[in-house]
């Protein structure tokens, strides 16, 4: 989905420095809407000082390329919407906006404010300060610093994406119903180090990575009992799900359903008796 066309100040021709600045961050954000990135890097300086302060960092000219290559949107799968007009102050432009992508088992977004410096016709300086905005269940997570996030060698999008590029993986080849799934493996097959995702699993969702992969193990689990509908050995149900502890199956189970899985099986069971005497 396209960003919508941005709003603009009706003051920013009181200043003369103002109409350059105005025009060159109207073509940057048409730019970024058709994802033209050869577009975007056309208004660069070749000196430009461009900081990402989520991730703590300046982005060199010979970087930058790649870094937007990676931070484009990615079509319907991301909503941008502007949070204020365009506001213009002499040779600087800000941009303020959000961005909604479908993350795992929810919506993760960011709150983004852009200053775009402007000089001669090309913008010698960008800073770009995001905040993550997770619209998972509110829960207690650890702070976190500057440093970490410098260390993670992602922009907010690209966490975002992140999100995206995980709930593929884990939905598309099931990996969790291997007992011996570790994240090295996860990181392996997704591309993304050991480090970036387990900030996201803790600082996004607040989770743990094995908490994580027990969540969807009982979702796995809790499919399979309500598929069969009659009393299956639960050591079964849990190894299929990729349990290897049945202690750890059985307190995830009732933390989720409130009984053990032997009552739980006699409800479905009797629920099914209640439909058939319907019949």
Not at 162 to 176: A, C, G, I, R, V
């Amino acid at each position: 989905m396209e960003a919508p066309d941005l709003h603009t100040t009706p003051t920013f021709l009181a200043d003369p420095s103002s109409v350059q600045t105005h025009e060159v961050a109207v073509r940057y954000h048409q730019a970024w809407k058709r994802r033209d990135l050869d577009g975007v890097m056309a208004l660069y300086h070749p000196a430009i000082e461009y900081n990402d302060f989520f991730q703590n960092r300046t982005i060199e000219y010979s970087q930058l390329r790649d870094y937007l290559a990676a931070s484009m949107p990615i079509g319907s799968e991301e909503l941008q919407t502007y949070t204020d007009r365009l506001r213009i102050d002499g040779d600087t432009a800000f941009l303020q906006y959000r961005v909604t992508l479908n993350g795992s088992d929810g919506l993760v977004s960011f709150r983004t404010v852009e200053a775009l410096s402007v000089k001669d016709g090309l913008i010698v300086k960008v800073n770009e300060h995001a905040v993550l905005v997770s619209q998972a269940p509110t829960v207690i997570r650890p702070a976190y610093s500057a440093d970490a996030v410098s260390r993670l060698g992602l922009s907010a999008r690209q966490v975002g994406a992140l999100s995206n590029d995980l709930q593929q993986y884990f939905e598309q080849s099931k990996p969790y119903l291997d007992p011996r799934l570790d994240l090295s493996h996860v990181a392996a097959s997704t591309g993304y180090t050991r480090n970036q995702i387990s900030f996201f699993l803790n600082q996004v969702r607040g989770q743990t990575f094995y908490a994580f992969l027990n969540q969807l193990r009982l979702d796995e689990a809790l499919e399979r009992l309500n598929a069969q509908r009659h009393a299956s050995r639960v050591d079964e149900i849990a190894g299929a799900a990729g349990f290897n502890s049945l202690s750890t199956f059985y307190r995830c189970f009732k933390q989720r359903t409130g009984c053990s899985p032997k009552v739980f099986v006699q409800r479905l069971g009797k629920i099914g008796a209640d439909f058939a005497a319907k019949d």
